[in-house]
């Protein structure tokens, strides 16, 4: 029970009272770091992930653009881009919780940003700011059943990326002296991470832990010297790992989408009063925890991160594939973490994780083999989850917890993403299986082939099996099946018959090049070397 305590308690930052001690605590938020919650959206993901690296890590403006974070304070400071939210997303918010005081300012700020307009008439004027409403609404990220101002964008440029606010429009509609935006102010809510519900603050905890460590300390909790399965990274430069993947993050905001920050800016100037607090300065944010074990998942997520950064794809498509990846990320911290708690003495050669995914094609047949490895697959994977929930409530020594939120957050949450990316289906009904969709195999070549890289078939299976466990063919398949406990029988039909699909996907997405009947090679189509 000690060593459980003591793995759970070893954490960055190391004092778990600098994470905001006041949430509430259960036996999901210990295992995993605070924390992965159930109602944060893929694009929520991403966008918090991209709101920590950009926002400044201290009250003088300082380490903006940077994985570093203090020492003193775990915390952050974010703008909330509440004037560009009122004017682009009050129009189509949620009638009924509309309040009258923000109505007028609406209002007030279409007459004030009119204002700044020079040339052209009265109806011209109101054409442009409709287009330019119609503009910024366009970047929708999240918008649902929301009031305006809990609506995102997509994380395209850095006036698009803000902190959560919250309004609560029911104290709010109580109190009948609010009659200005100034009185309506104290109704807002920076601090109740409901949406961007701390995920992406997680995911960006554990590469700022990574990129803390000394080299020989990276090397150490790796362990990948003389392991063959990860010999495309044992010469990573950590360091220079870092310095590139924040250059090339900074550049991702600062792209082609440069104009959209130019016009965000615009309507911010303009108005000026519409801020939630009379200095305008942006509030603190604290920071919560990982688990200092989440090392060897960070330094895979680094990489793969880098990689898509690289690629000559858009703006728009690299965001979209790094969306995809941190929720796969998500899916594998879980994996990793439980696996690191389970009881089992299993191995898989070839992954770090100790554990495995095996995936079907989604159309595959009901009484396929393949089928019915991928769906035991995932059965042993939540079984996994849901047992290591309790080892570590069992631990809770002195601490009350709920166990329905722990499942909510550490069990079931691992089934929401994983259909919300297309890994898991279907939807709903039984049957639940791991697929690879053409998009999944399209961010999976683009996070593990560098750019101007080709690999054998081999290789790519080699090494999507050791960056995420994903057994697709071969030697990897086979480890997979012996980790499942599946019987042999079935582990040699699905060997010799359905693994040809894979190659078919590979083909029609464009990322295989076959030079012989014996040789076939994968290449990252996005490359900026073809």
């Known amino acids: 029970m000690n060593d459980i305590k003591n793995f759970l308690q070893d954490r960055f930052p190391e004092s778990a009272t600098i994470g905001g001690s006041g949430e509430k605590t259960n036996a999901a938020i210990m295992l995993y770091g605070r924390r992965f919650y159930k109602d944060q959206t893929p694009v929520e993901y991403l966008a918090e992930f991209l709101l920590v690296f950009l926002s400044a890590k201290s009250k003088d403006g300082a380490d903006s653009y940077t994985f570093e974070v203090s020492a003193a304070e775990a915390a952050y400071y974010p703008l909330d881009h509440v004037a560009l939210k009122l ?6 918010s949620k009638l009924e919780t509309r309040h009258s005081s ?10 004030q940003i009119k204002n700044r307009l020079s040339g052209g008439t009265d109806n011209q004027k109101d054409d442009s700011i409709r287009i330019l409403q119609s503009l910024f609404y366009g970047f929708t990220g999240v918008a649902k059943n929301r009031t305006w101002v809990t609506h995102s964008f997509l994380p395209a440029s850095e006036h698009l990326i803000s902190r959560e606010v919250a309004w609560r429009h029911s104290s709010a509609k109580r109190d009948t002296s609010i009659n200005t935006w100034d009185s309506s102010r104290e109704y ?11 995920g992406g603050e997680l995911l960006f905890l554990q590469l700022a832990h990574l990129f803390s460590l000394s080299p020989e300390s990276i090397v150490k909790r790796l362990n990948i010297e003389n392991n063959d399965s990860y010999s495309h990274l044992i010469f990573t ?4 790992l870092k310095l590139l993947l924040q250059k090339n993050l900074k550049n991702l905001l600062s792209g082609s989408l440069k104009k959209i920050d130019k016009l965000a800016s615009f309507v911010e100037k303009s108005l000026s009063d519409v801020t939630l607090n009379d200095d305008n300065k942006p509030k603190k944010a604290t920071l919560g925890w990982v688990p200092r074990a989440s090392v060897p998942e960070s330094f895979l997520f680094a990489q793969e991160l880098n990689n898509i950064c690289c690629s000559s794809l858009n703006e728009l498509e690299k965001l979209d594939m790094m969306q995809m990846l941190c929720c796969l990320h998500v899916l594998r911290s879980l994996s990793f973490q439980a696996r690191r708690l389970s009881q089992s003495e299993k191995i898989t050669t070839g992954f770090m994780g100790e554990y495995a995914w095996i995936v079907s094609t989604p159309d595959t047949p009901k009484d396929s083999a393949s089928r019915r490895l991928s769906q035991t697959s995932f059965e042993i994977i939540e079984g996994m989850l849901f047992r290591v929930l309790r080892i570590v409530h069992s631990g809770h020594l002195g601490v009350e917890s709920s166990m329905k939120e722990a499942d909510d957050h550490g069990f079931k949450i691992f089934r929401k993403i994983g259909k919300e990316i297309g890994l898991i289906i279907p939807k709903n009904g039984q049957g639940q299986r791991f697929v690879l969709s053409p998009t999944l195999l399209r961010l999976l070549v683009a996070a593990v082939i560098k750019p101007g890289e080709r690999v054998r078939l081999t290789e790519f299976y080699r090494r999507i099996f050791a960056h995420f466990g994903i057994a697709l063919a071969g030697k990897q398949l086979s480890v997979a099946i012996e980790w499942s406990s599946i019987s042999n029988d079935t582990k040699d039909y699905a060997m010799t018959t359905e693994s040809l699909w ?6 029609q997405g464009g990322f295989l090049v076959e030079l012989s009947d014996a040789v076939s090679i994968v290449y990252n189509s996005s490359s900026k070397e073809l």
């Open 102 to 111: 923000h109505q007028k300012k609406y209002i007030d700020a279409l007459i």
């Open 87 to 92: 004017f682009s997303f009050y129009p189509s």
């Open 188 to 198: 807002f809510d920076t601090s109740a991470h409901l949406f961007m519900a701390r």
């Open 237 to 240: 430069d950590v360091s220079q």
């Open 502 to 507: 894979i190659e078919e996907a590979l083909r």
